[in-house]
């Protein structure tokens, strides 16, 4: 069956240096990968999507990319800020169906 | 302003006493989804819909009814509730289906308590 792991319940940064998160996704082959961010008692909030055939997105300070041969996305935020603290979803999408993966709880420490 | 509409945002209840949660977007999206979100388990699809009066199961439907006769409302149905549905429930939308490169708008959320 699809399975979506997202590295490391938490994640504890320092303020002003670069936040990686990862996404590995095993048994599908998405067309398209999104993140999301979400804070406690809300719901998530769409940030980037990436296609199969993009190695890399920008978005002010954040980039994605997606290795379809590793079956990795990688989720990276530069000068981290506090105000970035939240869970970060990544979504795959290869079907009707929508699978996210659990979430990695970033912390940045001032 | 667009936005995905849930009610009610808190509802306690008992078991067995059916619950409808409604959820209404008035972005004219064809996809609508419900979502339940619990610890160490992740945000999980119950419904989902591509279209008015297309309704799939999505991976954990079990106790769960929808209904799509409209374009703008999705409400979830829970026919006979029990405690293992307590949890946080979130709907959300979004244009074309799920392969589109559409982002998802979510609501706000409804947490439910089955005592």
């Known amino acids: 069956s699809q399975k979506i792991e997202q590295n490391s319940e938490a994640l504890n940064i320092q303020e002003g240096k670069t936040a990686t998160l990862t996404c590995n996704y095993t048994?599908?082959?998405?067309?398209?990968l999104q993140w999301y961010r979400q804070d406690p008692g809300r719901g998530p909030v769409f940030l980037l999507l990436i296609r199969e055939n993009e190695k890399e997105k920008r978005k002010e300070r954040l980039k994605v990319t997606f290795d379809t041969t590793l079956k990795q996305s990688l989720f990276h935020i530069t000068a981290s800020q506090p105000a970035d603290s939240a869970t970060y979803l990544c979504?795959?999408?290869?079907?009707?169906?929508?699978?996210f993966g659990k979430g990695t709880r970033l912390h940045i420490l001032p | 302003e667009a936005q995905v509409t849930q009610n009610p945002r808190y509802l306690i209840t008992v078991t067995g006493k059916k619950l409808t949660v409604t959820c209404s977007q008035n972005m004219n999206h064809e996809y609508m989804s419900w979502y339940r979100q619990d610890p160490g388990l992740g945000l999980r699809q119950i419904y989902y819909?591509?279209?008015?009066?297309?309704?799939d199961k999505g991976d954990v439907p079990e106790g769960y009814k929808v209904s799509r006769k409209e374009k703008r409302n999705f409400p979830l149905i829970l026919e006979s509730p029990s405690p293992n549905q307590t949890s946080l429930y979130f709907c959300a939308s979004s244009l074309k289906d799920g392969r589109s490169n559409q982002p998802q708008h979510f609501g706000d959320g409804t947490r439910l308590s089955i005592l």
């Open positions: 048994n599908y082959s998405p067309a398209y």
């Open positions: 979504a795959p999408l290869g079907d009707d169906k929508i699978i």
């Open positions: 819909s591509m279209n008015v009066e297309v309704t």
